[in-house]
């Protein structure tokens, strides 16, 4: 069963190019994900008084055309099967009949006060009838290349703002928060980007940035000051006109 909501970008959630930043994206898509869940039940809300939470695992979100300030579009989301642990979710983005983005995602079904991974079969998800996923050019994982080496960018330290009901990083910051370690990041639009989520970052936590590039993409990790991964990424960006 397929989900559709209609948006107007608003100008303060645009960059310096008055164009939508992958971090925008996705939180039009996440919010869209999230009134399905609503709509249909169970809802986050719902999941949390069973002391359970879907957890984004990875995403991939291709771009295809920019999307602007004040921008009329509609998001549509639909559940594509489960497996195991983890749940799986499409998105696409329009404005009119012109598709501007679209995206796989995998969720993981985890317990909150036990932080550990709840099978899918434990919650009853029939009313998220699933329909086909999407068939995208690249899978939703990221596979940075063992040979290539990443180099220290940047170090950052999560804040308060940066954190949502779960108290670590919301999924919708990571893509802006790697998009600004990039090279002249206002001369960017991004194309492509995966997010793989491996440790979650919680307030006061320091992360350091490493980044390398090879064949036109950009590889990015973060990584805790006790060694673990963070998060990695892939980007695939294109120089503004």
């Not at 608003?10 to 919010?31: I, P, R, W, Y």
């Not at 991974?117 to 050019?137: A, G, M, R, W």
């Not at 992360?207 to 006790?226: A, W």
């Amino acid at each position: 069963m397929k989900f559709t909501q209609s948006y107007k970008v608003k100008f303060h959630d645009t960059n310096s190019n008055e164009l939508l930043g992958a971090s925008g994206v996705l939180k039009l898509m996440q919010e869209t994900g999230m009134l399905h869940m609503d709509f249909a039940r169970p809802s986050y809300r719902d999941l949390l008084n069973q002391d359970k939470a879907l957890i984004l695992s990875s995403i991939r979100i291709n771009m295809y055309s920019p999307i602007s300030a004040h921008d009329e579009v509609t998001v549509t989301t639909w559940a594509t099967g489960s497996r195991g642990f983890t749940t799986y979710r499409s998105f696409q983005i329009h404005r009119g009949e012109e598709l501007l983005a679209e995206a796989n995602t995998i969720w993981a079904l985890v317990s909150v006060s036990e932080k550990k991974l709840v099978k899918i079969s434990e919650v009853d998800f029939s009313n998220f009838q699933p329909e086909p996923q999407l068939e995208l050019d690249a899978p939703s994982k990221v596979r940075i290349p063992s040979e290539l080496k990443l180099s220290l960018v940047g170090e950052y330290t999560v804040r308060y703002t940066d954190t949502d009901l779960n108290m670590h990083v919301n999924n919708t910051n990571y893509p802006d928060m790697f998009f600004n370690y990039l090279p002249s990041p206002e001369k960017k639009i991004v194309k492509s980007v995966a997010i793989c989520y491996v440790n979650d970052a919680k307030a006061g936590d320091n992360l350091k940035f490493y980044m390398g590039k090879t064949d036109g993409k950009y590889y990015m990790r973060s990584v805790h000051e006790d060694g673990r991964v963070n998060a990695e990424v892939e980007f695939i960006t294109e120089t503004l006109g």
